[in-house]
T-cell receptor, first 114, second 111 residues
Framework: DAGITQSPRHKVTETGTPVTLRCHQT?????MYWYRQDPGHGLRLIHY???????DKGEVSDGYSVSRSKTEDFLLTLESATSSQTSVYFC?????????????FGPGTRLTVL | QQQVKQSPQSLIVQKGGISIINCAYE??????FPWYQQFPGKGPALLIA?????SEKKEGRFTISFNKSAKQFSLHIMDSQPGDSATYFC??????????FGQGTRLTINP
């Protein structure tokens, strides 16, 4: 998984509670991304970061916030989780070396909101 | 809005056959077109990618065909093997950062 870890790997939470997912990379890639994967929708970009403290919205950013205080860490926060946010969340990285366009994906976090 | 449409949703091919998955895009500003392969319980992994300055790119048994005027591109898997059974996603973007993915194709190769 190209030096990417995600934590937790599985989480069950209740509607209305805050949730934070963590992505950690050891590859010193410039870009980091959060996607969600749902049946019939493929993967959809939530937010991405192009540097420390530099972030931008993706196509499904409502209800999510992100922070990147260090090159290696990218946090995704659901301020008040809803059942529609039940999904598998993938972190990805890119932007270093000869294959700088390639996005490398982490192992995913399965989130269930009851 | 769905900017990248992928078909078919599922595909069954006999071992040794050719698997073909198609994608169509709407945004003419897109200039990067990757294909990803995903096995159950794993994250997607890049298989092959193309830029619009070429009409075809081949890596081993995998070929991307690209038709800029029709805004379509396809993945061909030659001599398909049971180990190719996976879900395949096409994607597109301007630059290579904000990828827009297709809905995915579940490919099954029968031995």
């Amino acid at each position: 998984d190209a030096g990417i870890t995600q934590s937790p790997r599985h989480k069950v939470t209740e509607t209305g509670t805050p949730v934070t997912l963590r992505c950690h990379q050891t590859e010193n890639h410039r870009y980091m991304y959060w996607y969600r994967q749902d049946p019939g929708h493929g993967l959809r970009l939530i937010h991405y970061s192009y540097g420390v403290k530099d972030t931008d919205k993706g196509e499904v950013s409502d209800g999510y916030s992100v922070s990147r205080s260090k090159t290696e860490d990218f946090l995704l926060t659901l301020e008040s989780a809803t059942s529609s946010q039940t999904s598998v969340y993938f972190c990805a990285i890119s932007g270093r070396g000869r294959l700088s366009d390639t996005q490398y994906f982490g192992p995913g976090t399965r989130l269930t909101v009851l | 809005q769905q900017q990248v449409k992928q078909s078919p949703q599922s595909l069954i091919v006999q071992k040794g056959g050719i698997s073909i998955i198609n994608c169509a895009y709407e945004n003419t500003a897109f200039d990067y077109f990757p294909w990803y392969q995903q096995f159950p319980g794993k994250g997607p992994a890049l298989l092959i990618a193309i830029r619009p300055d070429v009409s075809e790119k081949k890596e081993g048994r995998f070929t991307i065909s690209f038709n800029k005027s029709a805004k379509q591109f396809s993945l061909h898997i030659m001599d398909s093997q049971p180990g190719d059974s996976a879900t395949y996603f096409c994607a597109a973007s301007k630059g290579a950062q904000k990828l827009v993915f297709g809905q995915g194709t579940r490919l099954t190769i029968n031995p």
